[in-house]
């Protein structure tokens, strides 16, 4: 467990920026496919060139070297000038050399600089095995991606079959990756094509004795005329943090194993941790939490959005697109037992009666008072100091101005938030500037609010325009710097 929680480290570590001022990080892997019974191997190369304490990727060209060997001989070599691709969601520098190969025990060395900066550079070797053709049934090497999109038409190194892909890098899935994209080639020889074939796909995760133990399987059936390509999306979002095996097989009708690949994976995923640990733990808080009523606990979460991370948030609307009640449940135990440890179940009771009233104060009829900009703001940082509201200001939409002399959540002061209602004759006041850090700021919300009177803006014209003329009873501006 010690090796697997210091592998998975420096996995985050080289997705963040906890390194030295700009250091090269990457990952290669191998997959042997075939062709005609002939193997091939794709290889992928992923590299990033982090900043520390920024996390910004600086790298936008490298000079890439790969040798081939067996037996410590040199059987492939090839040199790339590789750019950062424009279509990346990584940002990353990513490439792609697919070229033919005999079956065998080999080791790919990488050499990569970046051509800016001499000085960052690294060496990556990776083994890999391309299995003898079957001459019945064959499988290649199973893959697993990050991301899978639709591509009819695609000019990528990272398009076949018909989709886009980026490799997964480090093979790790981070807390925010609920799925796993899975391609593999089937090949069966046409003597064989006429009965049903099933693949099963098996992730089994080791255990302190580095023994393998089943965790989860899926099977799906592929007709006689199915072999090629095969991609699948498996749902992992309760997948718990840990090293796993994952597993192809191909069956025959009487589920016999007839061909057989495998990789390996890494998931992070601290949530689900938690999860498991308290599964086994008794008491009067945690049995509240599970009484509570589906609708009850749609309601109480919805609530909690504005105070919950963009993380948590995603692994609520998973639970709810499973219609996992319990888990739901235990999100919301979790998260109030996290943030009051002393005191969970009455923290929660107190949060969620300032919840019921905001949502009585900030009803609109379009969806709970606390889903509305001036509940969400209130729900996050507390009840405002002072509040102007002003419904009649020469030009300007009804507006209010709320002022807190200090938020106890960030430590900033002197935070402001101006909402303007638009539809007037609704109360929906949406938030047009503010000067928390994290929110809307908007330069322009003069002119937005005095949109009305938008020929008398100061200064040449209405793009640069930050503010309107004053005039009498015109008094936004006055409210908001005082």
Not at 97 to 102: D, E, K, N, P
Not at 221 to 229: L, P, Q, V
Not at 256 to 277: C, G, I
Request: with cysteine.
């Amino acid at each position: 467990m010690r090796n697997l929680n210091i592998r998975l480290f420096v996995v985050l570590l080289s997705l963040i920026s906890f390194i030295p001022s700009f250091a090269m990080e990457g990952f290669v892997k191998a997959s042997c496919f075939y062709q005609q019974k002939n193997s091939f191997v794709e290889i992928d190369f992923i590299f990033f060139s982090l900043q520390k304490n920024q996390g910004i990727n600086k790298l936008q060209q490298a000079e890439l070297t790969c040798l081939i060997k067996c037996n410590n001989q040199i059987v492939k070599a090839e040199k790339f000038l590789i750019h950062k691709a424009k279509n990346s969601s990584s940002g990353a520098l990513m490439h792609l050399w697919r070229t033919a190969i005999a079956s065998g025990e080999y080791e790919i060395e990488t050499h990569i600089v970046n051509t800016k900066d001499t000085t960052d550079e690294i060496t990556i070797v990776t083994p890999f095995h391309c299995k003898p053709f079957g001459l019945s049934y064959h499988l290649s090497d199973p893959q697993v991606f990050d991301l899978i999109t639709k591509a009819d038409s695609c000019s990528s190194d990272f398009c076949k079959k018909g989709f886009y892909y980026e490799p997964l890098y480090h093979h790790s899935l981070l807390p925010d990756r609920y799925f796993l994209n899975s391609y593999i080639e089937v090949y069966i020889n046409p003597s064989f094509l006429n009965q049903k074939y099933f693949l099963k796909y098996i992730l089994t995760k080791k255990d302190s004795l580095a023994k393998d133990s089943e965790h989860r399987f899926w099977i799906k059936t592929i007709g006689s005329k199915e072999e090629g390509g095969q991609l699948e999306q498996f749902d992992v979002s309760d997948l718990t943090s840990g090293e796993y095996t994952f597993t192809v097989q191909l069956l025959g009708k009487n589920k016999s194993v007839l061909s057989e690949s495998k990789t390996s994976l890494l998931r992070y995923n601290p949530f689900w941790d938690k999860m498991f640990a308290i599964e086994q733990e008794q008491s009067v808080d945690k049995n509240y939490f599970l009484s509570l009523a589906q609708d009850s606990v749609t309601y109480a979460i919805k609530a909690i959005v504005p105070i919950i991370s963009s993380t948590d948030f995603g692994i609520y609307q998973t639970l709810k697109r499973k219609h996992l009640l319990k888990e739901q449940q235990m999100f919301l135990y979790q998260m109030w037992k996290d943030k009051y440890p002393d005191n969970t179940l009455t923290a929660y009771q107190a949060y969620m009666k300032v919840a019921k009233q905001v949502d009585n104060d900030y009803k609109t009829g379009l969806g709970y008072g606390f889903e509305t900009d001036r509940g969400v703001m209130y729900l996050r940082y507390g009840k405002p100091d002072e509040v102007i509201e002003e419904p009649y200001d020469n030009g300007a939409f009804p507006y209010e101005i709320w002022k807190y002399n200090k938020v106890k959540s960030t430590g900033q002061s002197n935070v402001k938030f101006l909402f303007y209602n638009t539809d007037l004759a609704g109360g929906d006041f949406r938030l047009l500037h503010s000067t928390a850090r994290g929110e809307r700021f908007n330069p322009k919300w003069e002119i937005e609010l005095y949109k009305n009177v938008k020929d008398e803006f100061k200064g040449r014209n209405i793009i640069d325009a930050t503010q309107v003329q004053e005039t009498f009873n015109r008094r936004a501006r006055d409210y908001f710097n005082r």
